[in-house]
C-alpha cells in the first residue's frame, strides 16, 4: 500500500506561479512512477504530467508543455509539479498518483494509487 499526500495549492493570479509537492509513505518510492492528473469542475480528470521511477525521463500532456515541470526526489520521497505561466483554464483539483507497471503511463488504469486531491485556483 501507498499513501500519498498533496499539498503546495491555493489561489494565484494568471501568470503566476505554484509548485505542488507529493509526499509517498511508500519506502520503495524509487521503483513507481509517479504522474499527476488534475480534474476540473463538470470534466473528467486528465492527465497532466508523469515522471519516471528514478527521474530520468519525463512526459507531458501538450496544454502544459514548457509551462509546467515535474521532478523527483527519492531521497524525500516526494515528486513536485512546478507551474509556471498558469492560466484560468488550468483551475482543478490536482492529483498525484503512483504506477507500480509502464514506463511513462498516461491513462489513469495503470496508476495503483492515489491522493487525496489538491485544489489550484487561477484568477484572471
Known amino acids: 500500500q501507498v499513501q500519498l499526500v498533496e499539498s503546495g495549492g491555493g489561489l494565484v493570479q494568471a501568470g503566476g506561479s505554484l509548485r505542488l509537492s507529493c509526499a509517498a509513505s511508500?519506502?520503495?518510492?524509487?521503483?513507481?512512477?509517479m504522474g499527476w492528473f488534475r480534474q476540473a469542475p463538470g470534466n473528467e480528470r486528465n492527465f497532466v504530467a508523469v515522471i519516471t521511477n528514478n527521474g530520468d525521463n519525463t512526459y507531458y500532456a501538450a496544454s502544459v508543455k514548457g509551462r509546467f515541470t515535474i521532478s523527483r526526489d527519492n531521497t524525500k520521497n516526494t515528486v513536485y509539479l512546478q507551474m509556471n505561466s498558469l492560466k484560468p483554464e488550468d483551475t482543478a483539483v490536482y492529483y498525484c498518483a503512483a504506477a507500480t507497471r509502464g514506463y511513462l503511463p498516461t491513462a489513469e488504469n495503470w496508476y495503483a494509487y492515489w491522493g487525496q486531491g489538491t485544489q489550484v485556483t487561477v484568477s484572471s
Open positions: 511508500r519506502g520503495t518510492f524509487s521503483t513507481v512512477r
